[in-house]
């Protein structure tokens, strides 16, 4: 396999580990699609992407889904790894509204440590703004 | 983002395949994302650091037509 082949492979399916799990319910729980992927998120299998070990995974939905079925963002959440460096988190679904990508953007792009407990995980509201988030209130 | 905030996107190959994933599904010039996404950044800099509630900085752009939101983080308050 090419290196430039290896970047682009998508792990094994698999289920989803009770970190993940916790926290995409809990990302879910402040949206409208709560109830419909509620009783189905846990059964679901994933693949990680190849991100250079920061934690990003995609949901399988029986087919192989590209890129450009991407849909929308319909949650986001932030924590601090346990080295201390900034971790965003972006759940989205395809086109069709079934569960596309849990999107991990660690800012220095170094391999996730571990997820923190779930009280350490914000949910970010940013009311459709640009920028950083406003204030919470 | 590095220190001296540098404007970088990703710092091996599988980040940056993982940075660029969609913008290369459209079939979009990397040089031509990155020569947008640094434009409008750049009169946003420095950004503070640490960002606000680990939080990253979105923004919008678009290249050829298509809208483009990207994330960026802070990784130092050097300028």
Do not use: C
């Not at chain 2, 660029?20 to 979009?28: I, K, S």
């Not at chain 2, 040089?31 to 947008?36: F, G, L, N, R, W």
């Amino acid at each position: 396999m090419s290196e430039a082949s290896s970047q682009r492979k998508l792990g094994p399916l698999r289920n989803l580990r009770e970190d993940e799990l916790g926290i995409i319910k809990k990302m879910l729980s402040g949206t409208a699609l709560a109830g419909k992927f509620g009783s189905q998120i846990s059964t679901m299998q994933v693949q990680d992407m190849p991100d250079g070990g920061m934690g990003s995974i995609k949901f399988f939905s029986g087919r192989p889904r590209s890129e450009l079925e991407y849909g929308t963002e319909i949650a986001e959440a932030a924590f601090r790894d346990a080295d201390g460096v900034p971790v965003s988190l972006s759940l989205s679904v395809d086109k069709t509204g079934d569960l596309f990508e849990l999107d991990v953007f660690k800012a220095d792009g170094s391999p996730l440590v571990q997820y923190p407990g779930l009280d350490q995980v914000q949910i970010i509201e940013r009311h459709g703004q640009l920028g950083f988030p406003p204030p919470r209130s | 983002m590095s220190g001296g905030q540098e404007v970088v996107f990703g710092q091996n190959a599988s980040q940056t395949y993982h940075a660029f994933r969609y913008t290369d599904a459209l079939g979009l010039d990397r040089d031509e994302v990155i020569d947008a996404i640094g434009a409008d950044l750049r009169p946003h800099l420095p950004l503070p650091f640490p960002a606000p509630d680990n939080a990253p900085f979105i923004r919008q752009v678009v290249v050829n037509g298509i809208s483009l939101r990207y994330h960026a983080y802070p990784l130092s308050g050097d300028w």
